[in-house]
Every structure is written in structure tokens, then in C-alpha cells.
């Protein structure tokens, strides 16, 4: 089966990185929160009926909003189309159309009917084009103005993202805060030194998180930056019931609460643990108490361990049950029928002891050691001719016997 990708036309890749079926591709160019419109290539047979209403996105996918399209032009995924704005227009990418538009605004209950929607005005031209991206480039420097600006008025509130309107007419900053904040003194500032209006929208850490984006433990690209969009609340029961370490570092994720993965395999969980007993946290033996350590769905055992002993008992939700019911007759058993643990790893044959003597050759390092000490040996007699030719007599060109008669002294004779 051919898997399909989503992919963007910006980059040359083809495709995005990370899962494969998220909007990051490798010049970042790609839409977040993409979805794919598998109805897109089906054919109806009443045209009329289709769904007018067009999911747009802004900002890269971080927002999306829906759009009345009242004009006989068809567009499709992917068009840079001009919208109705505040008091002027803006610009976005048309990210679903078609019948799947209804299941989101069935999923968000919305009414197609309703006259809410603001309408689709016209494909982008090159104008709007370049008044949106000269907006789009002073949205950074809008941002660290305006929290340079509610530091200095001493706004508790921390400036999360700034998204001005295509034509510039409009700025809406996004902003975390722990308890309500009076900033109308801010806004005030905000509409002078920016000459736009200006509109606080207050989010969540998790929200910040989808917007700013990142990599997870998993090393994947963040859920609520690619696909999730409803945030569930989670607690730390979720991890007791999967039996997990609470350890706030490891489950928290980079928006500072707790992961939202957390909750995908609750069910499957809760699911299982409706076979376990729930009044079986003690037990008591004839050696006293045992106390319930963990459960393991997997293999339908509960592990126990007692005040004396540092060892652990795996035992059958049969044998806990009947455990349970010999203690409410006041009977305690002797022992714990724990249950004998198999593995289903292979487990590795150790290699058996090999006689290797005589079968390693040793030839080439007697052929090494042979060779060093040839080399050694004629630099030694190397050096050893050097001092005899330095020192050596004048010797005649035709005699080449050494010519000392002359510079010998006379000999005496004895007589």
C-alpha cells in the first residue's frame, strides 16, 4: 500500500519531516494543523448542494476561521484569498473546503445557514500580497515593543504573539496571565504607538505552546502544534492508573503542565482495570500483611510486598480474589500463591569454551617484529659510518692508499 504524505510546494523536499503526515517541512514554510481532504477528488451529482462555506487559516495554521463564499468561483486548498476584515480586508490560506467543512462546523456547532460568517472577497492580488507581508514582517518588532511597554507600566501579564491584519488596521496580541489584569491603560498605549486597534486575547500555556511550537520527548513535533486542538484536562490519576513514576519533571511537558499524551491510552487502561478487585489493597497471610505494589494489565498479575521482606509477589487476580474472601471469613492462608514468571524473550546461548591454541597463526608478527628489527640494525650501522668518514685522512686521487710518509717523523737508528 502506497503511503500518501502531505506536502507543500515551497521546498523542494517533496515532503515534511518529523511524522510524515504533520505541516513542517524543511523550509517551514508548510501549513500547521493541515488536514487532508480525502472527499476532495469524489464526484457529487448535485453540484448546488455543496457546502459554501471555506475553512481559512492565518498565521501558518496557528488560527483558522470560517468564510461565506458567495461569488462562482471555486477554490481549492492552497489559494491565497483576500477576506472580509475589520474595517478593511486580510489575507489567508484556504485549508479545507467541500463537505468535510461541514463535519468541522458539525464538530465547533456551527450553522451553515447562519449570517455570521464574514464573505470571501476575491483571490489575493500582488497588492494585498505585499501589504501582507510587510505586516508580517513588523509583527516581531510589534511584539518586543509591546512588552517592553507593560513591563514598564508594570502589567502582570507576559505577551505570548502579536497577529496584525493584512492591511494593517488591526493588531491582536495574545497574552497568558494567572488572574485578571486591568489593561486598559495598556491598550490605550498599544493604539498610539502602533496606530492600529487593538484586541487582548487571553490564552492558555498549552495554547502558547501550539503557537510557539517545539519538540517533544518522543523527539516528534508537538501535538498541539500539528493536529490537536481540544485540550482535555489531565491529572495525575492518569498516570497512577497506567502505573507511572509521579515524577513532575518527566510528565510535564514544555508548556509546564501535564502532557496531553497522557490521556490517548487512559481508556485502554480503565478498560482493563475493570477485572481487578478494588478492595485489594491489603491482603493478610498467616506473616502478616501484604500490600498491594502495582498492577500489571498486561499480564493480569498484582505484585504485593511485605514489611519483612524485600522481595516482590506477582499473583493471579484469581488467587487475590479468594485471598480476599478467606479474610473476610477470618481465615488467613499460610502463604501467597505467587505466580512463576516466564519470559517470552529468547534467551541467548552462551557461547561454549573453543580450544584455540595452534590455530592462530603467528607469522605475520614474527614477519613485523623481523622487519623492525632489520631497520634498527641498519640505522645502527648508519650511524656508526658517519664519525669514520668525518675523521678520515686526505687520500690521494691517484694513490688511493693514504699519503703520511711525508708527515711522518724520522726514524732513529739504534746502533
Not at 523542494?12 to 514554510?29: L, V
Not at 498565521?59 to 489559494?79: A, T, V
Not at 498492577?295 to 484469581?318: G, V
Request: proline share 3%; hydrophobic share 30%; net charge positive.
Amino acid at each position: 500500500m502506497k503511503q500518501l504524505y502531505m506536502s507543500c510546494t515551497s521546498c523542494s523536499t517533496g515532503k515534511p519531516n518529523g511524522c510524515k503526515s504533520n505541516g513542517g517541512c524543511s523550509t517551514g514554510g508548510c501549513n500547521r494543523m493541515n488536514v487532508h481532504d480525502w472527499l476532495a477528488n469524489l464526484p457529487f451529482s448535485d453540484p448546488e448542494s455543496s457546502c459554501r462555506i471555506v475553512e481559512v487559516s492565518f498565521n501558518q495554521g496557528s488560527r483558522k476561521d470560517y468564510y461565506r463564499n458567495n461569488s462562482l468561483q471555486i477554490f481549492e486548498k492552497g489559494d491565497i484569498i483576500s477576506v472580509e476584515g475589520v474595517s478593511g480586508f486580510d489575507v489567508g490560506t484556504v485549508s479545507l473546503t467541500g463537505e468535510l467543512v461541514r463535519l468541522q462546523l458539525k464538530k465547533h456547532s456551527l450553522k451553515e445557514d447562519t449570517s455570521e460568517f464574514k464573505k470571501i472577497l476575491r483571490l489575493a492580488t500582488d497588492n494585498d500580497i505585499n501589504k501582507w507581508k510587510e505586516t508580517k514582517a513588523r509583527e516581531h518588532e510589534v511584539l518586543i515593543r509591546s512588552r517592553a511597554i507593560a513591563r514598564q507600566l508594570k502589567v502582570d501579564l507576559k505577551m505570548a504573539e502579536v497577529e496584525i491584519q493584512a492591511d494593517g488596521r488591526k493588531a491582536t496580541f495574545f497574552y497568558i496571565a494567572d488572574d485578571r489584569v486591568d489593561f486598559r491603560e495598556l491598550i490605550k498605549i498599544y493604539a498610539s504607538e502602533f496606530k492600529v486597534k487593538v484586541e487582548m486575547k487571553q490564552i492558555g500555556a498549552r495554547q502558547e505552546a501550539g503557537k510557539v511550537g517545539g519538540i517533544g520527548s518522543c523527539g516528534r513535533e508537538l501535538c498541539c502544534s500539528t493536529w490537536l486542538t481540544d485540550f482535555k484536562s489531565v491529572n495525575t490519576n492518569a498516570a497512577r492508573y497506567q502505573n507511572l513514576s509521579i515524577n513532575q519533571t518527566k510528565l510535564s511537558g514544555q508548556c509546564g503542565r501535564l502532557k496531553c499524551c497522557l490521556n490517548y491510552e487512559l481508556d485502554t487502561y480503565l478498560d482493563a482495570l475493570q477485572h481487578f478487585p478494588d478492595d485489594a489493597e491489603v491482603i493478610e497471610v498467616a506473616k502478616g500483611r501484604a500490600f498491594l505494589i502495582k498492577k500489571d494489565i498486561f499480564r493480569n498479575l498484582m505484585w504485593y510486598s511485605m514489611h519483612d521482606s524485600t522481595r516482590h509477589y506477582p499473583l493471579s487476580i484469581e488467587s487475590v480474589k479468594k485471598i480476599k474472601e478467606q479474610n473476610r471469613q477470618g481465615i488467613k492462608p499460610e502463604a501467597l500463591e505467587t505466580v512463576e514468571i516466564v519470559s517470552g524473550k529468547t534467551k541467548e546461548a552462551e557461547p561454549a569454551f573453543v580450544d584455540v591454541v595452534g590455530h592462530i597463526s603467528l607469522k605475520s608478527l614474527e614477519k613485523n617484529s623481523r622487519r623492525r628489527r632489520d631497520s634498527d640494525n641498519s640505522r645502527k650501522a648508519n650511524m656508526a659510518k658517519k664519525p669514520q668518514q668525518q675523521n678520515a685522512p686526505n687520500v690521494n686521487q691517484n694513490n688511493p692508499r693514504p699519503n703520511n710518509r711525508n708527515n711522518r717523523p724520522p726514524r732513529k737508528k739504534n746502533r
